[in-house]
């Protein structure tokens, strides 16, 4: 049985940064989502609260590159308020692929444009709403161990890989 790694805030969860959910962003598997969290298929986790971060919580971005970057040293995990949270940002996807690998995930549905779990596209690092390519921290490090990682936008791939015996 294939199990999914879901970001806590696209199940409902008021774990954003700010408090509040982001349930409405997956209301095309809403349906699917709940089926597969009866079968057991579902592993919830937000990884900036699995990293010791508290919510609400100061919004933050990636500056100086994307995730594969911050996990090579080479970029910052810094909040709007100009503090680096790059250390628990980094134990965040630590702590999710531990799920990962514990119940055997071996994909992810991710939230859009996160500094954890943006998938292709995140915010640039200057708080001006502005996206550029690149993938969160938690999908760079679950990237690298082989779990694939999808967004929202992508749901007909995810179905199509959930579905895929």
Known sequence: MKR????????????????ESNENKVNQLAEQLRQW??????????PEVAGGLTTPRPAAEIQGG?????????????TTQGDDVTTE?????????????????????????????GVGQIYDGEFQRQLTQGDGVTVALLQ??????????????????????
């Open 4 to 19: 999914l790694l879901v970001s806590a805030c696209l199940l409902g969860q008021p774990v954003r940064y700010d408090g």
């Open 37 to 46: 969290q009866q079968q057991g298929r579902i592993i919830a986790v937000c």
């Open 66 to 78: 994307d995730g594969h970057d911050v996990l090579d040293g080479k970029a910052k995990v810094i």
């Open 89 to 117: 940002f980094i134990k965040g996807a630590q702590q999710t692929l531990a799920l990962a690998q514990k119940y055997h995930a071996m994909a992810a549905l991710l939230a859009a444009r996160s500094p954890s779990c």
């Open 144 to 165: 690298r161990h082989g779990i694939q990682c999808f967004s929202p936008d992508d749901h007909s791939c995810l179905l199509h890989w959930m579905n895929d015996l």
